[in-house]
């Protein structure tokens, strides 16, 4: 980030006049046992940025990179209470470090692909599956029929063979729809693809890894007695960080800009919460350095809450640096 834009964000940030007071948020926070928005906590002193995918589209011209088109590109820039309209791309705490980074994946869509599931009630990681091919052999407990085939099946699994290898569905669905998705999927140039199921929304196509993520980091983000330490925000568009949240037990209630959230370890760090800003698109804001406690999670979901998403020219703005590497678990 060149000097003269981080002079400029810096004092965008000094424009920001948080609002509310702490220990009425805690005590709001107590009473409600943390399942209500949490509402804003004094002293946080930053407008935190949730980096839109489609942001990095220009950049990536010059790199010959072909990147997916994101459903980002389709939202407007949320401008929550408290943010400057009009403010630059990311505005840095007091004290506080931050950076934008652009991991990208070049195997991501060698590998294997999903398709997300929901109930009509569904929601990122709640009342949903996951379609995932090809994944390791698996070993479950129970036998099952899958059409003309033979496969197993455990608490929230169900995996068979397919078109030379295997599948699975992974997700808090009832056993039977989960048995009924697998009966209805088939693969198509490598590919699962999921026909109708009653009672259920079935989604397009997808890496299971993201072919590239967003990210912007920032350190020492505090409020007036709680120091979350490393705290970043990732945007991507896979499968596999919902299929990760059921292998877990993610802890659901809350609300981002008005979508429902989950907070799990997914992503890595002590927590992540994570919304779905767009079909199929993830955000999450996550942190490393406190236990994962009542203050912590109420800054989280206060954070999270804050956050804007920013187009092609602010996200190009910030000069994010290009991490090639691999996005997700070593096994998919």
């Known amino acids: 980030m060149s000097v003269d834009l981080r002079d400029e ?6 424009r920001v006049t948080p609002g509310g007071s702490l220990p009425d948020v805690m005590v709001r926070v107590r009473r409600r046992r943390l399942r209500r928005r949490v509402a804003f906590a004094a002293g946080l002193g930053a407008l935190l940025v949730v980096a839109g995918l489609a942001g990095i589209v220009a950049r990536r011209r010059d ?28 505005a840095a705490p007091s004290g506080g470090y931050s950076r934008t980074l652009d991991s990208y994946d ?12 929901r109930a009509a009630n569904g929601s990122l990681g709640l009342h949903s599956a996951v379609v995932s091919y090809p994944v390791p052999k698996p070993v479950l407990a129970r036998q099952v029929r899958i059409g003309d085939v033979v496969g197993g099946m455990t608490e929230r699994e169900v995996a068979w063979p397919i078109a030379g290898g295997y599948a699975k569905v992974h997700g808090d669905l009832p056993d039977s729809q989960l048995v009924a998705i697998a009966a209805a999927t088939r693969i198509v140039d490598h590919r699962p693809v999921v026909g109708s199921v009653v009672g259920l929304t079935v989604g397009p196509s997808r890496p299971y890894r993201a072919v590239h993520v967003d990210e912007v980091r920032m350190y020492d983000l505090a409020t007036a007695d709680t120091v979350l330490g490393f705290v970043y925000t990732d945007v991507e568009v896979s499968g596999g960080f919902e299929d990760q949240l059921f292998a877990g037990t993610p802890s659901t209630g809350f609300t981002v800009h008005g979508h429902p959230a989950v907070i799990s370890t997914v992503n890595g760090g002590n927590a992540t919460i994570a919304w779905e800003p767009a079909p199929g698109v993830v955000a999450d804001v996550g942190y490393s350095g406190r236990q994962l406690d009542d203050l912590a999670i109420a800054a989280l979901v206060d954070l999270a809450n804050r956050s804007t998403t920013l187009d092609a020219l602010a996200w190009a703005a910030t000069q994010p640096q290009v991490i090639a590497g691999h996005n997700g678990p070593s096994d998919m």
């Open 9 to 14: 964000l810096q004092r965008e940030a000094a």
């Open 63 to 90: 790199r010959n990179v072909n990147p997916a088109v994101s459903p980002l590109a389709q939202i407007s820039a949320i401008v929550t209470p408290g943010a400057p309209v009009g403010a630059g791309a990311v």
């Open 106 to 117: 070049a195997t991501a869509e060698q590998g294997a692909w999903t398709v997300v599931v």
